[in-house]
């Protein structure tokens, strides 16, 4: 069975732990350099299924004080939709009142995730 | 005529992250009267503004955008009934702790403070200081100028950009450029290595394809009223640019990200001893200045990469700036046991520390001045070893962590030093 080790910089939290995963015939069989489970978590789903947390900022109207409200997918998404995504935003405008978690855009891009708030306006 | 003098007993200079979060802990810890000073029209600091996620996972065990972070840290305040007064700038700071400030509401207003914690931030490095040939054309953004027109603006500067120097707001907007349809050519670090987080690397350029073109600077500026290309030549050993390796990239933006400068103007002013390492204020392990009664926190007095250690440590400053209001503080002359940053370690906060005083434990924070691999960190009390901690990788970019023992320093008949330093195996 084919042995493969991959190098990855742990994307889980700030303190980016090195991970070294190895797969035999395309499963993972360890991971090691991680500090906590979502090291773990991460290693294993970077090789097998990459995904990422979107975040931008759409206009807002109403607001006393903001322009704009920043929101993020609910959720992380395949990796390969985020331009999906960013392409569902164009053109979106919240309504104030707007709270954290509020949704603005359902489902965003078919991913089955909402894109929220994540301040208030 | 001269308005009387108000009188409160925790001041907090900066309604960012660390003034939020020393102002709650010194509301916890008993002090009555917390007043936040911001002179920006809402709280929250540069949080706003950085809406990506990230924060928060050491603090809440969760992964947070920075607006959520600051919501979180808004609305404790907010209960524990912490006062705060926005648009108001704080522009000088005496050593027996008069607190000026001025705003368009109250005009000239002085305040006697029990205590002051700084809590100001920090300022990016302008393109001024970097001494980079060329013209001066518009186009030319610091990266957090450049992330708050996007982010809280609703502009984008540019659509073909290159960035300059490697540090996380650079790297961000790197990947926030190219999601809103700008195409980001290149970030050139002059070091051989990059000044932000290992996971900004990954997720911002490597998912995104952007080349991080390390020992490279910017040679070159051409445009009369807008930036027209950038010339990026490799540098050598020196940070010399070495002839015959220049790149033209066409552009109409260049964003710098070289980085953050503590903002110390006020620190100054009421006379607190500076780091010539850190440019933020030397302290002890209450997180306490030279001068009596005025605390330190923050990007102010180190510039971290983690608003989580930021919180972690503002709210020790925010505790002991509510005991020190509290009562009289018995006149201490000693400013206790020196630490020590030798092989490897750039600085450490705190400088020194008295194991009298301190808690059962004591997180002492660092970088390193270069690129590691398989290194122990060690602590030495006087001569003796202990602590000796095996790293796979540290970086500058990184800041590091030791804890130390109350036992450990008691235990040590006549300690004299505290060194922490960078072993082989």
């Known amino acids: 069975m084919a042995r493969e080790t991959r190098e990855l910089i742990c994307i889980s939290c700030p303190m980016g732990c ?11 069989t360890s991971v090691t350099g991680n500090t906590c ?29 903001e322009r704009m409200v920043s929101v993020k997918t609910a959720s992380d998404i395949p990796k390969d939709r985020i331009f999906d995504v960013m392409r569902a935003l164009v053109g979106v405008r919240a309504a104030a009142p707007v709270g954290i978690g509020d949704v603005i855009v359902p489902d965003v891009a078919g991913t089955g995730v909402d894109m929220v708030a994540t301040r208030r306006a | 005529m001269r308005k009387a003098i108000e009188r409160h007993d925790v001041v907090v200079v900066g309604g960012g992250p660390a003034g939020l979060a020393a102002a709650i802990a010194a509301r916890e810890a ?8 911001e002179r920006d029209s809402q709280l929250g600091g540069i949080l706003n503004q950085c809406i990506h996620n990230g924060f928060g996972l050491h603090t ?33 700071i005496s050593a027996g702790r008069v607190v000026t400030t001025v705003s368009a509401a109250e005009g000239v207003t002085r305040i006697a403070a029990g205590a002051v914690v700084l809590a100001m931030g920090c300022r990016e490095r302008p393109r001024g200081a970097l001494a980079t040939p060329g013209h001066r054309p518009a186009g030319i953004y610091s990266a957090g100028t450049a992330q708050r027109l996007v982010n809280m603006e609703g502009q984008l500067p540019g659509r073909e950009v290159v960035i300059l120097g490697s540090g996380d707001i650079g790297l961000i907007m790197a990947r926030r450029m190219t999601l809103e349809g700008a195409h980001v050519a290149c970030v050139a670090e002059i070091m051989p290595y990059s000044g932000g987080l290992k996971r900004n690397i990954v997720q911002c350029l490597d998912d995104y394809g952007i080349p991080l073109l390390l020992s490279h600077t910017v040679v070159d500026i051409e445009g009369r009223r807008r930036v027209e290309a950038v010339t990026i030549a490799e540098v050598d050993e020196g940070l010399r640019p070495i002839a015959g390796t220049e790149v033209r990239h066409p552009c109409d933006t260049l964003m ?3 980085g953050l400068l503590p903002e110390n103007e006020l620190s100054r002013s009421a006379g607190v001893e500076l780091s010539a390492v850190t440019r933020g204020p030397v302290v002890d392990q209450d997180l306490q200045t030279s001068v009596p009664g005025i605390f330190a926190c923050g990007n102010v007095l180190h510039v971290h990469d983690l608003v989580d250690f930021v919180s972690q440590e503002a709210a020790v400053a925010g505790l002991q700036a509510a005991r020190y209001a509290r009562g009289p503080q018995t006149p201490d002359d000693s400013r206790g046991i020196p630490v020590v940053a030798a092989e490897g370690v750039r600085y450490t906060v705190p400088s020194h520390v008295d194991p009298d005083r301190m808690g059962d434990s004591l997180t002492v924070r660092f970088r390193v001045d270069n690129e590691y691999r398989d290194r122990h960190v060690s602590v030495y009390l006087d001569d003796r070893r202990v602590q000796h901690r095996r790293r796979r990788i540290m970086a500058p970019g990184e ?11 008691l235990a040590h008949e006549g300690l004299s030093r505290i060194t922490v330093k960078l072993e082989e195996a």
């Open chain 1, 18 to 28: 090195p991970l070294t995963v190895t797969l035999e015939g395309g499963v993972v």
């Open chain 1, 37 to 65: 489970p979502r090291g773990d978590a991460y290693g294993r789903k970077e090789v097998t299924d990459p995904t990422r947390i979107v975040t931008s900022s759409v206009p807002v109207d109403g607001s006393p004080t």
């Open chain 2, 30 to 37: 008993g002090a009555d009267d917390v007043l936040v000073l």
């Open chain 2, 60 to 92: 809440f065990k969760e992964e947070l955008t920075g607006p959520e972070y600051a919501a979180r840290y808004v609305d404790r305040a907010d209960e524990l009934g912490v006062a705060r007064r926005l648009g108001t700038m704080v522009v000088d």
């Open chain 2, 256 to 258: 710098l990200s070289v």
């Open chain 2, 399 to 409: 800041m590091e962590q030791v804890v130390l023992r109350r036992p450990d320093l």
